[in-house]
């Protein structure tokens, strides 16, 4: 079982910025490749960013490309989304969530939620207008 602790969410103006981070923890895993989703109240989770970690192969959602930041520390298996140019419409709980299994090796995998086998438990990121 992994444990993913997620930190740095908040409220921001718009224009401003965020960094947030998630650290994986557990008995011996490997980890293929770690994302932040994110989700509003009635509607479906989102796909915003992921970083192989084996290539450090980065990926975006359209809406987000430009202003976010994905890296990761593989040593501390932490990944972490640097968001700036921060938009009202980019309220939303974000998750991170890590594929330990290789489902992401397969297909678009990457960008959907099935291609990820442990969840952080969320954090708030609330921009103003």
């Known amino acids: 079982q992994v444990q993913l602790v997620e930190s740095g969410g908040g409220l921001v103006q718009a224009g401003g910025s965020l960094r947030l981070s998630c650290a994986a923890s557990?008995?011996?895993?490997?980890?293929?490749?770690m994302a932040w989703f994110r989700q509003v109240p009635g509607k479906e989770r989102e796909f915003v960013s992921a970083?192989?970690?084996?290539?450090?192969?980065?990926y975006y959602a359209d809406s987000v490309k430009g202003r976010f930041i994905v890296s990761r520390d593989n040593a501390k298996n932490t990944v972490y989304l640097q968001m700036d140019s921060l938009k009202p419409e980019d309220t939303a709980d974000y998750y991170c969530?890590?594929?330990?299994?290789?489902?992401?090796?397969?297909?678009?995998?990457?960008?959907?939620?099935?291609?990820?086998?442990?969840w952080g438990q969320g954090t708030q990121v609330t921009v103003s207008s």
């Open positions: 557990g008995r011996s895993f490997s980890v293929y490749a």
């Open positions: 970083v192989t970690t084996r290539g450090g192969t980065t």
């Open positions: 969530a890590v594929d330990t299994i290789k489902r992401t090796y397969y297909g678009d995998a990457v960008y959907d939620p099935y291609g990820y086998d442990s």
